[in-house]
T-cell receptor, first 113, second 113 residues
Framework: QQQVKQSPQSLIVQKGGISIINCAYE??????FPWYQQFPGKGPALLIA?????SEKKEGRFTISFNKSAKQFSLHIMDSQPGDSATYFC????????????FGGGTRVLVKP | GAGVSQSPSNKVTEKGKDVELRCDPI?????LYWYRQRLGQGLEFLIY????????KSGLPSDRFSAERTGESVSTLTIQRTQQEDSAVYLC???????????FGPGTRLTVT
């Protein structure tokens, strides 16, 4: 019930292209869905987050699409840049449970110049 | 201001020994979380502290794992009788409260030989 499944495990995209990462969750009680970006040797940093009452959120080149009925959400990185090369994690949490994050397995993104 | 800090950054220990990992949260942050990240995998929740409330220990994998936090300051994660499967990066995060963005430290890489 607590699992979050993320795909693909890795992704190679050309500079300027679009990176798309997908996540699916099981627990319908989740009410917060963040995406984290992690560079080697660093802790994860929040990139963008969405709550289930909206279907899309955009911040700069990053967009979350959320499909509540399908229990899926995705991250789109537009105009991908070499500096976006990192590992991306989706996560989910419940406010009532202290917002403990349940993470997906991660997607390693490589943007080729 | 200063972010979340963790020490040591790297720890190599022999199987069977006890280890203690330290987390210094951002000043004023009342909530503190510990996560474990095995190589190439997502983060797993371990334990959560909120103010003076009893900690949520639901993610601790065995009774060899324990954690303490004094007030709203430093936290220590202790692993007794370490096993090779304990090898991972242990990450700490803090927030002003449970509904806010979690700020992660750089982690402690633990290697059990």
């Amino acid at each position: 019930q607590q699992q979050v499944k993320q795909s693909p495990q890795s992704l190679i995209v050309q500079k300027g292209g679009i990176s798309i990462i997908n996540c699916a969750y099981e627990n319908t009680a989740f009410d917060y869905f963040p995406w984290y970006q992690q560079f080697p040797g660093k802790g994860p940093a929040l990139l963008i987050a969405i709550r289930p009452d909206v279907s899309e959120k955009k911040e700069g080149r990053f967009t979350i699409s959320f499909n509540k009925s399908a229990k899926q959400f995705s991250l789109h990185i537009m105009d991908s840049q070499p500096g976006d090369s990192a590992t991306y994690f989706c996560a989910a949490s419940r406010k009532a449970a202290g917002n403990k994050l349940t993470f997906g397995g991660g997607t390693r993104v490589l943007v080729k110049p | 201001g200063a972010g979340v800090s963790q020490s040591p950054s790297n720890k190599v220990t022999e199987k069977g020994k006890d280890v203690e990992l330290r987390c210094d949260p951002i000043s004023g942050h009342t909530a503190l979380y510990w996560y474990r990240q095995r190589l190439g995998q997502g983060l797993e929740f371990l334990i959560y502290f909120q103010g003076n409330s009893a900690p949520d220990k639901s993610g601790l994998p065995s009774d060899r794992f324990s954690a303490e936090r004094t007030g709203e300051s430093v936290s220590t994660l202790t692993i007794q009788r370490t096993q090779q499967e304990d090898s991972a990066v242990y990450l700490c995060a803090s927030t002003p409260g449970p509904t806010y963005e979690q700020y992660f430290g750089p982690g402690t890489r633990l290697t059990v030989t």
